[in-house]
């Protein structure tokens, strides 16, 4: 992805960095402007990537029918891919310039483009299982307690696990938005001081290479599990908050595109048709 937008912003860099009002006398500049050949063909290349990118995703979560296809965590690698790869084309096909009706689906584009990084981070902080749902408050417990079963056959797994949930239990919850923000940062850090002294107590321990392997990961499993569950009710309130940003912003960007799309095919602008 990141050589896909090299390309484009080396190819074009003279464009680019041009004065828009120079840009008429530049050589190029029929095939570089937003109507030209090359840049209206990154708009329907970036333009049909968000489509597929949107449509594919809320097809395979919503139509219970393809549920059986696929991960959907792998659904949504295609997602962010497509809808990171389309603005980045679009935003080339714009050569750095906005206005009219355009300018809105740009801006829509770019702010849920971004508010899309933020919802990744919080969708990864709730607990799902291996197919990508969210796992109940008992089929969380039931997990919490398979791993403490797992866990607990040996001495050193009594310690860890006492070690780990102490660790957990003596961050504070709290339900401010700010605070949760706060919180989740806090956590991430515990975590990775737990899986630190985790890898410590194996190491002083005589468990084998094998045996220490899938120690840790039983151990790195609950770490991560008490981690999400903390602040489980706060994440799930910003996400829903975060949901309902970045679903408007998309139709707006839909809708302002089709108008967009609409002037220029009236104004006889038809790409190489
Ligand atoms: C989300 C997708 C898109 C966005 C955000 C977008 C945005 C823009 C912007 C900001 C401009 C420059 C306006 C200006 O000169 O000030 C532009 C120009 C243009 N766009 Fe798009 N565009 C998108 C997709 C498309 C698609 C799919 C097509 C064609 C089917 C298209 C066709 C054009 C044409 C022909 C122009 C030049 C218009 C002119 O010079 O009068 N765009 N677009
Ligand atoms: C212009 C670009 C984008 C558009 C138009 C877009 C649109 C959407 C839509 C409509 C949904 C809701 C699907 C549904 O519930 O049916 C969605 C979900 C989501 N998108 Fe995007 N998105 C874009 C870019 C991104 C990016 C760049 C990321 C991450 C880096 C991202 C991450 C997510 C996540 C995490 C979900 C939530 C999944 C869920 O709750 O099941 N999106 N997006």
């Known amino acids: 992805m990141i050589a896909a937008a090299l390309s484009v912003s080396l190819y074009g860099l003279g464009y680019y960095t041009t004065a828009v009002a120079q840009r008429p006398f530049l050589p190029e500049y029929h095939f570089m402007k937003p109507s030209g050949a090359y840049s209206h063909g990154l708009g329907i290349i970036g333009a049909s990537m968000i489509i597929v990118g949107v449509s594919t995703y809320s097809t395979r979560k919503r139509v219970r029918k393809f549920w059986s296809l696929g991960k959907l ?85 009594v310690q860890v696990v006492k070690s780990i949930d102490e660790s957990f239990a003596a961050i504070s919850k709290s339900d401010k938005l700010v605070t949760t923000i706060g919180l989740l940062f806090r956590l991430q850090s515990t975590k990775r001081h737990v899986r630190h002294s985790v890898r410590e107590m194996i190491a002083r321990s005589h468990l084998s290479h094998e045996q220490a392997k899938t120690f840790y990961k039983l151990a790195s499993a609950r770490a991560v599990l008490l981690q999400k569950t903390v602040v489980l009710t706060q994440v799930e309130k910003l996400f829903f908050y975060w949901h309902a940003v970045h679903l408007p912003f998309t139709v707006i960007m839909f809708v302002a595109l089709a108008a967009h799309v609409a002037v220029t095919v009236f104004l006889g602008y038809r790409w190489i048709f």
């Not at 603005?87 to 849920?112: D, E, N, Q, R």
């Open 73 to 157: 965590s792998h659904w949504l690698e295609f997602h962010i891919f497509l809808c990171l790869l389309g603005p980045t084309l679009v935003v080339y096909h714009t050569t750095f310039k906005a206005g009219g009706i355009a300018a809105i689906s740009l801006w829509c584009m770019l702010s849920v483009a971004a508010s899309g990084v933020i919802g990744r981070f919080l969708y990864v902080q709730i607990p799902r299982n291996i197919k990508g749902n969210e796992l109940t408050e008992q089929e969380i417990n039931g997990e919490l307690d398979d791993l403490n079963r797992q866990l607990s056959a040996s001495p050193l797994g």
